[in-house]
């Protein structure tokens, strides 16, 4: 038995969960800018993540089940060290391969990295509920939720910063061995965890990976396509974009990046601050998805006719028109990660969480495809109508979400 609290086993999961994500979203704009060095188009580029977001897909649905069966600690382990043996595997890659080899290389490294990340985010976002249930319910959970999504997300955008940064000053190769190295110690901090940590005492069956309630089937399928409206125009078009139509260098592309996933994990944190400001001191319900749901349909839109009627500097119309689009979607993707846990009770949590973030990976996959392929159709202003549009599809399926139970222990 581990002598850890469960509060310093939750601290212990989010620490190694932060090192992850600092090495996720370096690894993101490293294999965009890299491949986009060298020539491929924006289609291209996106198939480099199709595995990723794939294999996002099945390994939240069968992480679930993994960590309600054998625990927490096997699910993080794994996660770690498939992302080490990802980074391990970039860095051979050379300029010289072929692109029909590089493109399936890249692929297949990509897959495992898609596994560990959400293994990982599994394990920590599980986590939350084995805190909760020992302490003050609702509100609590709210803010724990917060806190995490919001300094995972914000560490994320270091990571973008980090990825421009490195490719200048190391190179693809060096840069991924180096972070290889950094996981590998952030893999030490996890020693000391419960082999039992989120395990049911009753072992579940596969058949349990589907989630039976409601309220979770609902908010996942609005989460798909809450999430496939962001990486439409975020993973491919956008850092293309600023590259080729407004001439912007590869650290400024990291920065912009970073500096707009950084404030979107300041609001995501800060959601249930912001709310007690404008007097909402109860946690957040249905109606709280909705009326941000619907808010977050105009923006996109908003954009893209700026774009289209030139009434502003493009840049400065897709600086602030991604900056409101930031603060929306980040007190949507706060009030989503609290529901999902609201929806669940501790017992089978982790596997409530997998469906859940299956869905959130289904949607991630769909943006990221269409996120190439419209953007070589349409450019940036096709992209921005394609997300305006999957905001309303979420909006639609959040008008069917039932009210959510108590926080069960």
């Known amino acids: ?115 560990a990340k959400d293994l990982n985010k599994m394990s920590a976002k599980s986590a939350i509920k084995t805190v909760v249930k020992s302490n003050d319910g609702d509100q609590q959970l709210f803010r724990w939720v917060a806190l995490l999504t919001g300094s995972k997300n914000a560490l994320k955008g270091v990571g973008f910063f980090l990825g421009g940064v490195l490719l200048t000053g190391l190179g693809f190769n060096a840069s991924v061995g180096v972070m290889a190295a950094g996981l590998m110690l952030a893999f030490l901090v996890t020693l000391g965890l419960p082999a039992d940590m989120g395990q049911m005492k009753r072992k579940p069956k596969v058949l349990s990976l589907l989630s039976k309630r409601e309220g979770i089937n609902v908010l996942s399928l609005a989460r798909l396509f809450l999430f496939g409206a962001r990486d439409v125009w975020f993973v491919v078009a956008l850092p293309v974009f600023l590259e080729t139509a407004l001439g912007w260098r590869f650290w400024e592309v990291g920065s912009f990046m970073g500096l707009w996933v950084i404030g979107y994990g300041i609001v995501q944190g800060s959601a249930p601050a912001l709310r007690r400001s404008w007097g909402q001191t109860s946690s957040p319900g249905v109606s709280a998805v909705q009326f941000w749901s619907a808010l977050l349909t105009a923006i996109p839109a908003l954009i893209a006719i700026a774009l289209w009627r030139q009434v502003a500097d493009p840049g400065l119309a897709i600086v602030a028109g991604l900056a409101a689009f930031g603060v929306v979607f980040a007190m949507n993707s706060s009030i989503h990660s609290y529901m999902v846990l609201a929806y669940s009770d501790s017992e089978s949590v982790s596997l409530d969480v997998g469906f859940y973030y299956m869905a959130n990976a289904a949607g991630r996959l769909l943006g990221t495809l269409l996120s190439g392929a419209v953007f070589l159709i349409g450019g940036l202003q096709a992209c921005l109508w394609c997300s305006s549009a999957m905001v309303a599809l979420a909006w639609l399926f959040s008008l069917h979400l039932p009210p959510p139970h108590a926080v069960q222990s």
Do not use: C
């Open 1 to 115: 038995m581990s002598s850890l609290t469960a509060l310093e086993q939750y601290q212990r999961v989010t620490a190694n969960y932060w090192a992850f994500t600092l090495t996720d979203g370096a690894l993101r704009m490293l294999v965009v800018f890299h491949f986009h060095q060298l020539g491929y188009t924006s289609l291209e580029i996106a198939f480099l993540f199709l595995f990723y977001e794939f294999f996002g897909i099945l390994t939240n649905l069968y992480g679930g089940w993994l960590g309600a069966r054998f625990g927490l600690r096997l699910t993080l382990w794994l996660g770690t060290w498939l992302q080490i043996g990802a980074l391990l595997m970039l860095i051979p890659v050379a300029d010289s391969w072929p692109k029909w080899w590089s493109v399936a290389y890249v692929m297949a490294a990509q897959a495992l990295s898609g596994i």
